[in-house]
């Protein structure tokens, strides 16, 4: 069974602080890797892709993966309070287009 | 770029009644659609992949014969919820791939369809 796992949450930060989101996957072969986020009763928004090990930044977020231990993150530095919402890890894996999805964890940013 | 529309935006049926979902893929040509189910405080379950002019291919647990998908061209895919009960009530959501795109394996989401079975 193919898993993505992620901390439900919620995860309070104050607005300013870095919020870190984490997510576990166990397949080894996974190939592509995503982060969106979801506001309540919204579909999700693409915020980052990660291909290769390592970091890749887009402004405030920063995507984190580390293929040998199986986890990517997503750091979101100078939080907002709008950045409030479940974000949801998704990887995709080599030969399929189909995405597994974590649960999500649901992030306060606390103004 | 790469937007995705979904109509209705929310529906309400009454039981027994068949409700039709529109994905339409708007500035670019979605090779496949992927059609989602989201309950409360749940995550996305994938229900169906479709690829454009061949039958979609369903995920373990879905009905093929409750949940009717067509792909009948590169920019609209339909899902259709037939004999709807009150358990079908949930947030339907579809993404599409395709060309061009950021990456080959970015999905673009719609906005969803909430659908309540009376």
């Known amino acids: 069974q193919k898993e993505v796992e992620q901390n439900s949450g919620p995860l309070s930060v104050p607005e300013g602080a870095i919020a870190s989101l984490n997510c576990t996957y166990s397949?080894?072969?996974?190939?592509?890797f995503f982060w969106y986020r979801q506001y309540s009763g919204k579909s999700p928004e693409l915020i980052m892709s990660i291909y290769s090990n390592g970091d890749k930044e887009d402004g405030r977020f920063t995507a984190q993966l580390n293929k040998a231990s199986q986890y990517v993150s997503l750091l979101i530095r100078d939080s907002q309070p709008s950045d409030s919402a479940t974000y949801l890890c998704a990887v995709n894996t080599r030969g399929t287009y189909k995405y597994i999805f974590g649960t999500g964890t649901r992030l306060k940013v606390l103004a | 770029g790469a937007v995705v529309s979904q109509h209705p935006s929310w529906v309400i049926c009454k039981s027994g009644t068949s409700v039709k979902i529109e994905c339409r893929s708007l500035?670019?040509?979605?090779?496949?659609m992927f059609w989602y189910r989201q309950f409360p405080k749940q995550s996305l379950m994938l229900m169906a992949t479709?690829?454009?002019?061949?039958?979609?291919?369903?995920e373990q647990g879905v009905e093929k014969d409750k949940f009717l998908i067509n792909h009948a061209s590169l920019t609209l895919s339909t899902l259709t919820v037939t004999s709807a009960h009150p358990e079908d009530s949930s947030f339907y959501i579809c993404?599409?791939?395709?060309?061009?795109?950021?990456?080959?394996?970015?999905?673009?989401f719609g906005p969803g369809t909430r659908l309540t079975v009376l």
């Open positions: 500035d670019f040509q979605a090779t496949t």
């Open positions: 479709s690829n454009e002019g061949s039958k979609a291919t369903y």
């Open positions: 993404s599409a791939r395709g060309i061009p795109s950021g990456s080959v394996n970015e999905q673009f």
């Open positions: 397949d080894r072969v996974s190939q592509s």
